[in-house]
């Protein structure tokens, strides 16, 4: 809890305007007003009445006032997660429990929308019997909309022939989509072959969907759908990778001379290690294959692999 402001109020049987300054507490993120007339002993009860709170001095983000438009892509081409056109096929979730970002299922025009806000990170899984088979398929596609993102990521999971996590055949490839454009749905349309690590495609079971800047980007989610076929009039998106040595590596890692900050996750996506400059404290981490996720100086966002033996 935060300490409260204190404002006196001055009238009585008329209405008074009270104004609470927050402008020294910028940068937490409020979810209650809770309001105390005061702490003064009382003999009788108070009886007080408000209206009009309202919140100023900042700038609301922007929301997409239109759906996104239908995907035209023949439904035979297809297997839908998301849509208003296909028939889905079944999701065990849209937001894990280890996800980190809030998860509002809304309605634009009718239309029903994924809005994913305060994200740092978070994962769409299908599970078990909800695992899907892409073998036959060669796109992965969804329209996105943000009025703050810098980067996405997009990262897919197949769960590999024993259909379970964590069983020594799971398989993945995080591809990073440069500086999406903001206020406007962007038809994403990426080709299954550049997730080159994902060299099975039979138990596709999480997606993983990420957004710089951390923490506090909102992005709106609709048509997640494969395809067989390449959706035309795609907007061209820049997709980048970044190189770190050494690499396997049991100590210290360096990272491009641009980085601001980094962050190390697992393979599942839970974050383990962050930090400015160049790492030096990988001892810490147990054996294994890591993502690091670089924040550069300009505001953008790569991402490499660190084998850490």
Same mark, same amino acid.
């Given at each position: 809890?935060?300490?409260?402001?204190?404002?006196?109020?001055?009238?009585?049987?008329?209405?008074?305007?009270?104004?609470?300054?927050?402008?020294?507490?910028?940068?937490?993120?409020?979810?209650?007003?809770?309001?105390?007339?005061?702490?003064?002993?009382?003999?009788?009860?108070?009886?007080?009445?408000?209206?009009?709170?309202?919140?100023?001095?900042?700038?609301?983000?922007?929301?997409?006032?239109?759906?996104?438009?239908?995907? =035209?892509?023949?439904?035979?081409? #297809?297997?839908?997660?998301? +849509?208003? !056109?296909? /028939?889905?096929?079944? &999701?065990?979730?849209?937001?894990?429990?280890?996800?980190?970002?809030?998860?509002?299922?809304?309605?634009?025009?009718?239309?029903?929308?994924?809005?994913?806000?305060?994200?740092?990170?978070?994962?769409?899984?299908?599970?078990?019997?909800?695992?899907?088979?892409?073998?036959?398929?060669?796109?992965?596609?969804?329209?996105?909309?943000?009025?703050?993102?810098?980067?996405?990521?997009?990262?897919?999971?197949?769960?590999?022939?024993?259909?379970?996590?964590?069983?020594?055949?799971?398989?993945?490839?995080?591809?990073?989509?440069?500086?999406?454009?903001?206020?406007?749905?962007?038809?994403?349309?990426?080709?299954?072959?550049?997730?080159?690590?994902?060299?099975?495609?039979?138990?596709?079971?999480?997606?993983?969907?990420?957004?710089?800047?951390?923490?506090?980007? =909102?992005?709106?989610?609709?048509? #997640?759908?494969?395809?067989? +076929?390449? !959706?035309? /009039?795609?907007?061209? &998106?820049?997709?980048?990778?970044?190189?770190?040595?050494?690499?396997?590596?049991?100590?210290?890692?360096?990272?491009?001379?641009?980085?601001?900050?980094?962050?190390?996750?697992?393979?599942?996506?839970?974050?383990?290690?962050?930090?400015?400059?160049?790492?030096?404290?990988?001892?810490?981490?147990?054996?294994?294959?890591?993502?690091?996720?670089?924040?550069?100086?300009?505001?953008?966002?790569?991402?490499?692999?660190?084998?850490?033996?």
């Amino acid at each position: 809890a935060l300490p409260e402001i204190k404002v006196a109020n001055t009238k009585i049987n008329e209405w008074e305007e009270l104004s609470f300054n927050f402008t020294d507490q910028i940068g937490p993120t409020y979810d209650q007003i809770v309001i105390f007339m005061d702490f003064s002993a009382r003999s009788t009860e108070t009886v007080s009445y408000f209206d009009n709170i309202s919140l100023t001095g900042f700038t609301p983000l922007a929301e997409p006032m239109i759906a996104a438009p239908n995907p =035209t892509v023949p439904a035979a081409d #297809v297997i839908s997660l998301f +849509s208003g !056109v296909y /028939n889905d096929v079944p &999701i065990t979730t849209w937001r894990t429990d280890w996800s980190q970002g809030i998860l509002t299922d809304i309605e634009i025009d009718g239309n029903p929308t994924k809005k994913y806000s305060r994200v740092n990170f978070v994962g769409i899984e299908a599970t078990g019997d909800n695992s899907i088979d892409v073998n036959e398929m060669n796109y992965i596609n969804f329209h996105i909309w943000t009025p703050n993102s810098s980067a996405c990521r997009i990262k897919l999971v197949d769960f590999g022939a024993d259909n379970a996590f964590d069983g020594g055949d799971d398989v993945e490839h995080e591809l990073v989509i440069e500086n999406p454009l903001q206020e406007e749905w962007v038809n994403v349309n990426l080709a299954l072959s550049d997730f080159t690590g994902l060299t099975t495609r039979a138990n596709i079971s999480q997606i993983i969907l990420a957004s710089t800047p951390l923490g506090e980007s =909102t992005f709106y989610v609709d048509n #997640v759908f494969f395809s067989k +076929s390449k !959706v035309a /009039n795609v907007k061209t &998106i820049n997709l980048k990778t970044i190189t770190v040595f050494p690499n396997p590596t049991n100590g210290q890692v360096t990272l491009p001379a641009s980085t601001a900050s980094y962050i190390i996750t697992t393979m599942a996506g839970k974050e383990v290690l962050s930090g400015h400059g160049n790492i030096t404290n990988l001892r810490e981490l147990s054996t294994g294959i890591y993502t690091v996720h670089v924040i550069l100086q300009n505001g953008t966002m790569s991402f490499g692999k660190i084998s850490k033996i």
